[in-house]
């Protein structure tokens, strides 16, 4: 089984893969060779994300050995999302597809998100919900309706206005409301309405069964959030606050319990008691959970949470899961490991090991036939190499803030090696963060022979409510300091070449590279931006009707109404006579998540300067979802970055 699957996905990346690039581009441009594993509930179908040709698609394994693997490939003009089984016969997968509707300056451009079902006695593909018409978003399954092998639940939520139906989740209509669908998973059609809102319903969390557990109600005007528990609402309502920015997230059931969890902005992670509208902290012996949540798909439960003193920091709520974790962590000798799959029976598990900077590997275990067998690795890196080391490393901001970033170094090489040539590298989001993962394109750089800092700026997550607000207000000031702040330390501690750096970075972290280079232009050398934001208040005035996402982006960046002064100096687009240094700015012309008018904004303002390079990635969009376009990437910007900051 084993040589199976990697005899599928080699055979195929060397038939595609071009000769003509550099050996570093050949092995950090490819996308992981695996990105996603999924057991059906019975443990005999195996699906795994693969890239046999350069894009994410399928490969499902018959673990008995009765039919030979499969390939469920990439749509055409479209993309695979992520997919699991509901049932023992069928899995559904998520697909999304650009679509232009302009002609001239009219029209729109938007993403289409669609769930698909795939057979596995016929092979048979089927689009869901395909009779309910062009909406972008038919993709919400919302139950696995574990009764009936052969359906599933899914929801749609709209806005309706006074006479019009507006088609997306918070637009410029006054009610909101949901339907949940029973699908048939063999034809795509609908088979029956579940439920149906009459009130200005967000959307509701069902069970494994498709019956209601909770209903979400929010009034944009008031910010009032509302949850009301049992069939339509019937219990009546357990929970009410106003938020104006921030929706509290829904993670399901506990266990084997019926509380549920649930992170609100204000109060953190809690578990609600829908029957009793009873709040209490997340804990688990007496220690509050960190995070780090696992829903299982199928039944919309929580198997297992953070908790700092179990192994891994891992809790599993099922004593057989905990149990079989144990015994891998004793025979595995990566760093970390994580259960990423499992049949019913605990009988077959997939995992994911990992060392910290490292690609992961993936394994099966069959407990019953008492084997466990690596099924892949991420990435393949030249025999007898590892990627650069990844090291965690903390600084003060220059307000005293401690602020924590990661480092990776040229492979073979420590700190104590330095100084090394400087690539700031700020992650998007804003609201994320980075981690000691293995990171693709910082460990190309860095095999190139840059130092790259990784800096997880104040308004970054894992860290804290109170260190996620710190960045409100600071978008693009106190949080692009955090980073300049951040280059001065590592070449203070002698880690970094003192003086010039280059900044690089995509979405956030490419508006962030260029308020780098505008915040500290007598030390960016250079920099590299993709996809970025250069003008955030056109920016966020392209869904001004959508009062959720104005208010989200306002608190980091302040009000759209702000004194023109302000606006200006966090909006490169508008000081593009301050960007004299070398700079590239890739952006993918058909990205809907950052529009490419945000690039053509800044290579306006620049206006044929030579110091620009402006590149049009065609057919991407905002995720670099591709090894071609990833090779693209690396490869100019890996010479531009050689050429204005040179490793010698």
Not at 594 to 608: F, N, S, T, W
Not at 628 to 645: C, K, N
């Amino acid at each position: 089984m084993r040589f199976l699957v990697i005899s599928l996905i080699s055979l195929c990346v060397s038939a595609w893969m071009p000769g003509a690039v550099t050996a570093q581009v050949d092995v950090y441009a490819p996308l992981p060779r695996v990105w996603d594993a999924e057991l059906s509930p019975d443990g005999r179908w195996l699906a795994t994300g693969c890239t046999p040709r350069g894009a994410r698609e399928i490969c499902v394994i018959d673990l008995n050995g009765e039919v030979a693997t499969r390939l469920i490939v990439q749509p055409d003009e479209g993309s695979i999302l992520g997919f699991y089984w509901p049932s023992n016969d069928y899995l559904v997968y998520w697909v999304e597809t650009f679509v232009d509707n302009t002609y001239g300056s009219q029209g729109q451009q938007y993403t289409l998100t669609r769930a698909v079902s795939w057979s596995a006695a016929t092979g048979q593909v089927s689009l869901l919900l395909s009779d309910i018409g062009n909406v972008t978003g038919l993709d919400r399954v919302t139950s696995s309706m574990v009764q009936s092998p052969d359906r599933i639940a899914m929801e749609l939520t709209l806005d309706f206005g006074d006479q019009e139906r507006t088609g997306s989740r918070l637009a410029r209509g006054e009610s909101v409301r949901s339907v949940v669908y029973e699908v048939d998973l063999e034809t795509g059609e609908l088979d029956d309405i579940l439920h149906r809102s009459m009130t200005s319903t967000y959307g509701y969390h069902l069970d494994e069964s498709g019956e209601i557990l909770l209903q979400v109600i929010y009034e944009q005007d008031s910010g009032v959030y509302t949850l009301q528990s049992g069939p339509d609402g019937s219990r009546g309502e357990v929970f009410s606050g106003q938020y104006f920015s921030e929706l509290p997230y829904i993670h399901g059931r506990v266990g084997d319990s019926d509380l549920i969890a649930i992170r609100f902005p204000d109060h953190g992670l809690q578990l609600l008691d829908p029957s009793t509208g009873e709040r209490t902290a997340f804990e688990i012996d007496g220690q509050a959970v960190t995070g780090g949540l696992r829903r299982d798909r199928r039944s919309n439960r929580i198997v297992s949470a953070g908790l700092r003193t179990a192994p891994d920091g891992i809790h599993f709520f099922d004593e057989t899961l905990q149990a079989r974790y144990n015994a891998l962590r004793e025979i595995l000798a990566e760093d970390a490991m994580s259960i990423i799959s499992w049949s019913e029976d605990y009988n077959r598990i997939v995992v994911r090991a990992t060392d910290q900077g490292q690609p992961s590997y993936y394994y099966l275990l069959d407990w019953s036939e008492g084997t466990l067998s690596m099924l892949e690795e991420e990435y393949l890196l030249p025999e007898g190499t590892r990627a650069g080391e990844r090291d965690y490393y903390t600084y003060a901001a220059s307000d005293g803030l401690e602020i924590g970033a990661w480092l990776t170094m040229p492979p073979g090489r420590t700190l104590e090696d330095g100084p090394f040539p400087l690539l700031v590298m700020p992650h998007g989001g804003p609201r994320a963060h980075d981690t000691g993962a293995f990171d693709w394109w910082a460990a190309y750089y860095a095999s190139q022979g840059y130092l790259v800092m990784q800096p997880n700026f104040r308004g970054s997550t894992g860290y804290g409510r109170e260190f996620i607000d710190a960045g409100d207000g600071g978008f693009g000031t106190r949080m692009i300091d955090d980073m300049i702040d951040g280059a001065r330390a590592v070449q203070a501690e002698g880690y970094a070449r003192d003086g010039a750096y280059c900044a690089v970075g995509a979405s956030y972290g490419g508006y962030a590279s260029l308020m780098m280079a505008l915040r500290d232009p007598d030390n960016v050398a250079c920099l590299v931006a993709v996809s970025p934001v250069t003008a955030p208040f056109a920016f966020m005035g392209e869904d001004i009707e959508n009062r959720l996402f104005v208010r989200w982006w306002e608190e980091y960046m302040g009000s759209r109404f702000s004194d023109r002064d302000y606006r200006d100096e966090i909006t490169p687009a508008r000081r593009a006579g301050e960007l004299r240094l070398p700079m590239m700015v890739l952006h993918g012309d058909e990205d809907t998540t950052v529009p490419i008018d945000q690039m053509e904004r800044l290579e306006r303002a620049m206006d044929g300067r030579r110091n620009a390079t402006f590149v049009v990635l065609e057919g991407e969009d905002h995720y670099l979802g591709n090894t071609a376009v990833r090779q693209a990437l690396l490869s100019q910007s890996g010479a531009f970055l050689a050429e204005h900051l040179p490793v010698q």
